[in-house]
């Protein structure tokens, strides 16, 4: 995948996935917080399965893969749908959208628990702990009541649940000769199903929706759902579960924006410093050591160069010689 594609998908993903807290804070207006998690899950699963049948992409067939599936769905999506619409009842939506940017935090200490990441940078360890004061800060316990309370744990839950996903579905799903969308698929069918079963205690629904609830659950299910989980599981399997987790450094700008313009959610000074040292933390814990590259094999052998004790790895009078100088077979006679 080239770097500029790469790019690309980053961006999109950064726009949708930042615009899911927005389009929560309204579809909460007129649904429950499990309402709205069953709602993207099904629209999500239906747009997916849609694209598989127009692809001609197979569902996965075997067990293990199902069972496999099962794990990644409660942790990437039943869970943290279910908490972000908890946490977002007291949370803003840009501060939300702050504290899912400590996902590749989490996504780091995950890999380095489990040896994913071995003699982990003392530059990524700094960016981990300047990550957390970044959280720390936006939390502001002696400023503001609303962000200390559950409603912010949840949020926070809800990024390390995302962190385990990402870990999990890179190792156990990825690159086992199942397709992307065909994963991302399955993935909703189940969620939707374990979201399902939580529905009877999650009260009635308020009739009638208001039309700003219908577009809010239609664009979190086929926007920041569907289209947002199978660019998710592209980035994971070109790039790796630390590096797709790494688009939550674009999340706080794209929330904290949508939240001031169109909800007037207040923007002050402290978001915006947590919010720098947040982004700053996460710059570096993704920071690698870059090593110089070698000759391929087949260059060195023709060349010469990088192999000890060759004469193009030291200069002398027949590398060094100009045109003019180049060595002459003696003349006749002499």
């Known amino acids: 995948m080239g770097s500029g594609m790469a790019a690309v998908r980053v961006g999109v993903l950064a726009l949708l996935w930042g615009s899911t807290y927005l389009w929560i804070k ?29 692809g001609r ?16 769905a409660f942790f990437c999506n039943a869970l943290p749908y279910a908490l972000f619409s908890i946490g977002q ?11 899912n940017a400590t996902t590749p935090l989490w996504t780091l200490v995950v890999g380095i628990a489990i040896g994913a990441e071995r003699r982990p940078h003392p530059v990524r360890v ?31 839950g809800a990024a390390v649940s995302y962190a385990l996903s990402f870990t999990y579905m890179g190792r156990k799903l990825v690159g086992k000769g199942h397709a992307t969308i065909s994963l991302s698929a399955s993935q909703l069918i189940v969620a939707t199903g374990l979201t399902a079963a939580a529905l009877p205690f999650g009260g009635p629904v308020a009739m009638p929706v208001a039309p700003v609830v219908l577009v809010a659950v239609v664009a979190l299910g086929v926007l920041c759902t569907a289209f947002t989980f199978h660019l998710t599981y592209r980035l994971i399997a070109d790039e790796g579960a630390t590096n797709a987790a790494t688009v939550g450094y674009l999340l706080p700008v794209v929330s904290v924006l949508l939240g001031a313009v169109f909800l007037g959610e207040p923007l002050s000074l402290r ?22 590259v070698q000759p391929e094999p087949e260059v060195a052998l023709a060349t010469g160069r990088g192999l000890p004790g060759c004469a193009f790895n030291r200069p002398s009078s027949l590398t060094s010689a100009s045109p003019t100088q180049a060595v002459r077979p003696p003349r006749a006679g002499s």
């Open 126 to 156: 700094g960016g981990l702990l300047l990550g957390f004061a970044g959280v720390l800060l936006i939390f502001a316990p002696w400023h503001e009541a609303g962000l200390t309370g559950w409603g912010a744990l949840a949020i926070l």
């Open 271 to 292: 978001i915006i410093a947590g919010m720098a040292v947040v982004l700053l933390g996460v710059g570096m814990s993704r920071w690698r050591r870059r090593t110089p």
């Open 57 to 72: 992409q197979r569902l996965p067939r075997d067990r293990g893969t199902w069972l496999r599936i099962l794990v990644a």
């Open 89 to 99: 009842q007291t949370v803003d939506s840009g501060v939300a959208g702050v504290l």
């Open 26 to 54: 309204l579809a909460l207006t007129g649904l429950t917080p499990t309402q709205v998690t069953f709602a993207r899950c099904l629209l999500g699963a239906a747009v997916l399965v849609v694209l598989c049948a127009a």
